[in-house]
């Protein structure tokens, strides 16, 4: 049997390398924890200043609050209303994985209990527990690979055995390009799924692409969701640990 021409051993030989570059990795070869990582803390940077608005609907009232936050790395996060002009002032500060509130209107400072870690932040349905564990999954969770893609995967995330957590499974929908969340659903400690986190109006800013717009969506409370909004962003500005303290906490 005659060889190949030389031209046609070129093309057969680059069209299995194709083939093979085209075949999905396997689980083992994906770094699962980085991946969640980085999608926990695309929002960051080094440091961040953010402009948002924040509109929560509940089965009996609605609210809109407009707010100014700042974040250092993944530990360091200040946030305080703008508007409306009756909340103004109130704060909520994070260092690790302590949280305080400060209510300007009785002048006071409260650390949040670790049994009220649970409870709803700044009455939406974003809980403390979100502000102090979310940038911290892979230090809690063990990961696996459901499935992917040629646009996603799918991330099991099941809680460590010593693991102090809320959830009893958490699973992320992230896009491959640009890389980030689709879609975040959380499950209570029967696996059933209780709460939906959805990601869009994905842009670009500075050096990332993020998603600017936030939808969380209780399925056990019809009809009620709150919609986080990024309308300023900025990575990488002057801050550092000093910078989160008390005293920041209860400025006006």
């Given at each position: 049997m005659?060889?190949?021409?030389?031209?046609?051993?070129?093309?057969?030989?680059?069209?299995?390398?194709?083939?093979?570059?085209?075949?999905?990795?396997p689980?083992?070869a994906?770094?699962?924890?980085?991946?969640?990582?980085?999608?926990?803390?695309?929002?960051?940077?080094?440091?961040?200043?953010a402009?948002?608005?924040?509109?929560v609907?509940?089965?009996?009232?609605e609210r809109?609050?407009?707010?100014?936050?700042w974040?250092?790395?993944?530990?360091?996060f200040l946030?305080?209303?703008?508007e409306?002009?009756?909340e103004?002032?109130?704060?909520?500060?994070?260092?690790?994985?302590?949280?305080?509130?400060?209510?300007?209107k009785?002048?006071?400072?409260i650390k949040?209990?670790p049994?009220?870690?649970?409870?709803?932040?700044?009455?939406?349905h974003i809980?403390?527990?979100?502000?102090?564990?979310?940038?911290?999954?892979?230090e809690?969770?063990?990961?696996?690979l459901l499935?992917?893609?040629?646009e996603h995967?799918?991330?099991?995330?099941?809680?460590?055995a010593?693991?102090?957590?809320?959830?009893?499974?958490?699973?992320?929908?992230?896009?491959?390009?640009?890389?980030?969340?689709?879609?975040?659903d959380?499950?209570?400690?029967?696996?059933?799924?209780?709460?939906?986190?959805?990601?869009?109006?994905?842009?670009?800013?500075?050096?990332?692409t993020?998603?600017?717009?936030?939808?969380?969506?209780?399925?056990?409370?019809?009809?009620?969701?709150?919609?986080?909004?990024?309308?300023?962003?900025v990575?990488?500005?002057?801050?550092?640990?000093?910078?989160?303290?008390?005293?920041?906490?209860q400025?006006r």
């Amino acid at each position: 049997m005659s060889s190949l021409h030389p031209d046609l051993a070129r093309l057969a030989a680059s069209l299995l390398l194709a083939a093979i570059a085209c075949i999905p990795r396997p689980a083992a070869a994906l770094d699962l924890a980085a991946l969640i990582r980085e999608v926990e803390q695309q929002y960051h940077g080094t440091s961040s200043r953010a402009l948002t608005t924040m509109q929560v609907r509940t089965a009996n009232w609605e609210r809109t609050l407009d707010m100014e936050a700042w974040s250092l790395g993944r530990d360091y996060f200040l946030v305080r209303i703008l508007e409306p002009a009756k909340e103004r002032g109130v704060a909520t500060l994070k260092r690790d994985r302590e949280v305080w509130n400060y209510l300007p209107k009785v002048d006071r400072t409260i650390k949040v209990p670790p049994s009220m870690m649970g409870g709803s932040w700044m009455g939406s349905h974003i809980t403390n527990d979100d502000l102090v564990k979310a940038s911290h999954v892979e230090e809690d969770y063990t990961f696996r690979l459901l499935e992917e893609s040629g646009e996603h995967w799918l991330i099991e995330c099941l809680p460590k055995a010593d693991a102090a957590v809320v959830w009893g499974k958490i699973v992320y929908r992230l896009r491959k390009q640009p890389r980030v969340p689709v879609q975040v659903d959380y499950y209570d400690e029967e696996q059933q799924r209780i709460r939906e986190l959805r990601f869009d109006d994905v842009r670009r800013v500075g050096d990332r692409t993020v998603p600017l717009k936030l939808t969380v969506t209780p399925l056990d409370k019809p009809g009620e969701q709150t919609v986080l909004h990024y309308r300023e962003l900025v990575f990488d500005i002057r801050l550092d640990q000093g910078y989160f303290n008390l005293r920041s906490l209860q400025k006006r």
